[in-house]
């Protein structure tokens, strides 16, 4: 049972609900262990074959608890006041590279993962679904900055990942201005790949995407995430080289051959899972 | 008094404008000792919290004053004939340079630079609006890498950003047939955020955002562009490593404090400007 | 006489077409060596001053010939089964590198390569028409990153090129699911330049478009097509001082002067060609 | 207790000595899981302000067990032969990543590591050692790059790091030929810091450094280890920037000042220790 | 006059020389203006072919002046206190980028930077030679990386070029303790190119070679410099291909004739100055 | 027959002359087709497990030949005076690139090439020595970048490559000054590997080594240069992921216990051959 999430897996696909609609599922100190440790999970047991992301409520969520905003600094509870003040950048630097560890397992694990979001998507909402490899949306879902209205920058992971997604001028108005963004304006800058006239039939055709994903061969579709988020941050030379030795190893004619069958037949194909994490 | 440029700041926003309408505002080269200069000195002196690009006269620039093309060469006067030609490529390197970094003290100073286009952005101009941090234009002005129309090749900052901005194929084509892009496709391509009837109206609302920019946090504003430059240049691990160090020196809760109460309060925050720079 | 494609050179325009129409121009043993043999001609002989790809029949192309699946992993003749097993993966990536080194040759090349797509572009066409240098279709043109409906993960250009030219959000569902994608969602998303009608209106646009870059000085042209690919591989730091340093050989004010002339005559420019290669 | 090494702590030095002299300290399975989570267990209390990492018996580590080498490819044993055969490559990939993070942890740990070494230091030694910040050894000890003597090419770091250490010539040689290096070529090369008669003395003498170590302030050690990584693995540029925005929030004007009057009264100074960890 | 430094240029040698003794030439904030100030001119006007950078006294420098330790993370000195808290990282942060580029002109300057160095070089002292191109010592001279035995982590460019120029190992135990690397032991790790017994004979060697390196083309001395400093901090494939074309335009034939003549007739080869700069 | 080399192959070893010796082995046109074109026979064929490059005469090789010099930037015979002039540069850095994928191609092909060298190693020497895996030299032999006395900058690999074999402050020293490097300070230095008092005892040991290397794995051997190269172009972070990827097609454990068989029975281990190559 977890405090921030709830989850479900059938036909390969796992389910995970933000279920705090009540604070607008804000992110308070558990939401940071708990998100890495349910991910980290499915990826090394091999439990789903890829994962949807909603949330409850009229708000995908506000971003971070205002409870942490204090915590940041000076984590180390048990040092004096003295000690803690010195302490305070190397506690920060600590604290928030744990918090982007937390999104970034979204983006490690090997299985992806798709994001539906409904209504506010505000402040750390955007660092934690640009970490997810793709965004659905309701038409009155809408996209903050937020932290340049409460005088931060934002840190866990936003401009690193939202400057790859969408038009560069935009990140800056965004950041600079903190306005919202509407879901057509985030479909046509390419944030979002599909919008959904509300939060029922967003589920209903992100599980057919998710469904068809989890009919494709797991390794080969690993393969493409792996290769999507390599090329994204290496050259292009670098890329092709790496794609190239992947495949070396990855490459089996049998799950080819089995594919081939399997569309002729106009059956599902029977693909091997990924193998299970043993170390 | 500059002979390029108009300046005046108010309500923290300074209004730069080019001034050589009756020359299409084409860059001589006082121009390009006279944009760096300015731009140093508001951002060294803490003078305003955002900088406001506009031109006058039909058309926003021209590029390159034709004066140059020969100077580049061949700058140092002092030298004989046979010596100025073994220096040449030397001479074309280092002015290069120079010019390039005009215009990549845009991008380095502290604050945004909104950008206001009428009429023609032509050669130069691409260069010098993808220094700046967003672009707004009116319905008739015109986008063009006009270099190749000159037999040359665009050297002063065009490609290593332009093709951050929009789709490659799109720099292709501009680039190598040299054509024209109107206001509303390079809307649509994400060169510009918005575009206005005409030159009017474009001030007016640039100057809203600019005026809503000033009203933010100003080390928050300037943490936001210098994350959103690095990300663009990193990969995401080393841009993500990178907030979170900065952010430990940066993030005040005092401000954060402060920006809560103002906007329960409805009220503009009162937040600590800038440093001056001492050294 | 090429197995795989045509060629007729004319005007400085080089088209190239792929000619086995009844077998959906599915890219066989030859077309790995055809392919490179051909543009490095054109190249290294200044042949022409910009190349047209297209291809016959209803399908632009349907990708690696299924000869190839097993070819890849042993390539090996003379080797004895045991010997060929042990060298299985360094055979497969020797054999892919080769493959790549085809595409990237388009890339590598000193003039620009237009795609001119109708039907299916498929699997290896997605590597295929993401190594040119602008890419235009038929409105019944679609693109698949097939391999995954294969059990495979693209492997000869794809998401290392396509990660840089459409919406990542879009690059991995596009991935993950296997679907086709529309000429005009591919016109949205920026792979595709322009839709046309049918196959005929598009070579003539395109023919119109080579005839416009043909008529620039190819010295400026080839400077561009370099800068563009190196801007994208590069920071923008990096770029910047390699622009600079480029045009302090490739800058020639005498071409600028001819260039000058002939546009105020409104007569087409004399420029020097590229340099045949000689080593 | 743990299976493959002992652990003391005193003075704040931590002492970490591999224990199975009789089976020349191979790295069994244990061995993977062990290290990392000791190395974490000590950083995150900030329970030592350096580690000492040494070893028993004859030699100081004879590298990987050969019980690991079946295991690597084929670890999910829940799977059957086929479904094992196909996820061999994905298997061999995942687990090699997971043993080469069990040595990164020593080099991700924020203080600094000095490793000991007697007698042979083999294969598996080398990726050990060249993890560590640095390295001292006794007259007989030797260094040994194994792997090619068995087939294999080494793969849990040595050649990402060893790289940095010593010439390029003899680590080319070294890896070829799988030839010893004794410890005075060693030194010599720079991969030793400084060589000793025997254990005993060696001990001795690191053991000093240690305590010199142990002296300083634990957030300046800690940021030193951290810059000196970073330079290792970016550019001048980008490594000069990150010292700058380090410092802004770890440099303490208290703990400079403490520092100031413990050297001029000759007396230890006090100074913080490192924050303890929380998230 | 300068505060810090006296000049003389004779013989196209600039010899630089540290002028505080009585305070072991103690880097003040005027040190930091008048350094980058004097390097610029030399550069700019093109008034020598190489620069010699030595010391009076016993000491060549004891680093940072102490008077620098408060400034620097308070330098806005018409700000409240309240503000210059918050202010206080930002201002950090610009004041050593500041300290930093004050060195780094020593390395972007055209022409070679060769320092002479006698008894102490210490903290800052480390910073400042690793950014000449050479390093020649007395017999007495010793290097300390002084910082950590004050509470701090370096700053001003150590780490990021000292991890170039020796032993990972040793850099890394220079810095966790503080202690005195001596002239014989920094030569044979690489710091030093050679050791003389007492200044007096150190000044006539380094003449000399500076001499050496004035007899040479200019454009020729100052493409090794900017090629190696290239090197040093990008890939072999980006380095090799930007002295392609870097030499594209400054190698000429003139020069490579004369060079040739005057070898044959062993007299002084007659070659262009680099070209002052203009802009 | 080649022109510039004589070439044997026994027992897996190729052995490559520089058989030029009344010409001090000087490197004319044909040198840089015959080079690469050998090479790539090699490698393609799997014809041998290393390669030893020697040469004959006095000295190793005097550099480029002085035909060459004019050659390069006016190769384009069929163009007319002015269109070579303004091809120059365009023909210099394509000439160079050229030169330079010739001496690429001793560190691309997948076995070790040793270089034994004897008496003067000059200019383009330099370049050419620093692609080799490893180097041995005679007591007498010499090394010179001998560019800088024919006012040029080496621009066919010597810096690149250079400043990642020795100290930093030699590598500048030598290009400024031009001076000679003896064979005992080469070995110091880490350029060469041993020292052997004359050219007969010289390629006695280097057989000896190239014997050792032929006796094991070739794709143990080949994949080590892989890494080796790899690592010193890469991060850190980089070269590991790309080592766990390499062996997880290249590990075998068929050659693993081969080799263990073999050495336990003191026997020479049968191992295959590295794949030909077949596209």
Same mark, same amino acid.
């Given at each position: 049972?977890?405090?921030?999430?709830?989850? %479900?897996?059938?036909?390969?696909i796992?389910?995970?609900q933000?279920?705090?609609?009540?604070?607008r599922? =804000?992110m @308070?100190?558990?939401?940071?262990?708990?998100?890495?440790?349910?991910?980290?999970d499915?990826?090394?047991g091999?439990?789903?074959?890829? @994962? #949807?992301?909603? =949330?409850?409520?009229?708000h995908?969520?506000a /971003?971070?608890?205002?409870?942490?905003?204090a915590?940041? =600094?000076?984590a180390?509870r048990e040092?004096d006041?003295?000690?803690?003040n010195? +302490?305070?950048?190397?506690?920060?630097y600590?604290?928030?590279? +744990?918090?982007?560890?937390?999104?970034?397992?979204?983006?490690?694990c090997? @299985?992806? &993962?798709?994001?539906a979001? +409904?209504?506010?998507?505000? /402040?750390?909402?955007i660092?934690?679904?640009?970490?997810?490899d793709?965004?659905?949306?309701?038409?009155?879902?809408?996209?903050?900055i937020?932290?340049t209205?409460l005088?931060?920058?934002?840190?866990?992971?936003?401009f690193p990942?939202?400057?790859?997604? @969408?038009p560069?001028? #935009?990140v800056?108005?965004?950041?600079?201005?903190?306005r919202? #963004?509407t879901?057509?304006e985030?479909?046509?800058? /390419?944030?979002?790949?599909r &919008?959904y006239?509300? +939060?029922g %039939?967003?589920?209903?055709?992100?599980?057919?995407?998710a469904?068809e994903i989890a009919?494709?061969?797991?390794?080969a579709v690993? /393969?493409?995430?792996?290769?999507?988020?390599?090329s994204?941050?290496? =050259?292009t030379?670098?890329?092709?080289d790496? #794609?190239?030795?992947?495949?070396?190893?990855?490459f089996?004619l049998?799950e080819v051959?089995?594919?081939?069958?399997?569309?002729?037949?106009d059956?599902?194909?029977?693909?091997a899972?990924?193998?299970?994490?043993c &170390?």
């Amino acid at each position: 049972m977890y405090k921030c999430f709830s989850l %479900s897996i059938k036909n390969n696909i796992a389910h995970l609900q933000m279920n705090r609609p009540e604070k607008r599922n =804000s992110m @308070i100190l558990d939401f940071w262990t708990e998100l890495p440790e349910i991910i980290a999970d499915i990826d090394a047991g091999s439990k789903a074959r890829v @994962i #949807v992301l909603s =949330s409850t409520g009229p708000h995908f969520t506000a /971003g971070l608890d205002k409870s942490l905003f204090a915590f940041v =600094s000076e984590a180390d509870r048990e040092a004096d006041e003295d000690t803690r003040n010195i +302490q305070s950048g190397a506690a920060f630097y600590h604290n928030m590279t +744990q918090f982007q560890t937390a999104f970034t397992s979204l983006e490690a694990c090997r @299985i992806p &993962v798709l994001a539906a979001i +409904q209504g506010g998507c505000i /402040g750390g909402g955007i660092d934690l679904i640009t970490a997810c490899d793709m965004r659905y949306g309701t038409e009155n879902s809408f996209y903050t900055i937020f932290e340049t209205n409460l005088a931060m920058t934002a840190d866990v992971g936003t401009f690193p990942r939202l400057i790859n997604l @969408i038009p560069e001028g #935009v990140v800056r108005e965004m950041a600079y201005t903190g306005r919202n #963004v509407t879901a057509t304006e985030a479909k046509t800058l /390419g944030l979002l790949n599909r &919008v959904y006239p509300d +939060q029922g %039939s967003m589920l209903l055709g992100v599980m057919e995407i998710a469904t068809e994903i989890a009919s494709k061969a797991p390794l080969a579709v690993s /393969g493409c995430k792996k290769m999507i988020t390599y090329s994204r941050d290496h =050259s292009t030379k670098d890329a092709l080289d790496y #794609v190239a030795i992947w495949n070396a190893s990855h490459f089996k004619l049998t799950e080819v051959l089995e594919a081939m069958e399997a569309n002729k037949a106009d059956r599902p194909g029977h693909f091997a899972s990924l193998p299970k994490r043993c &170390v």
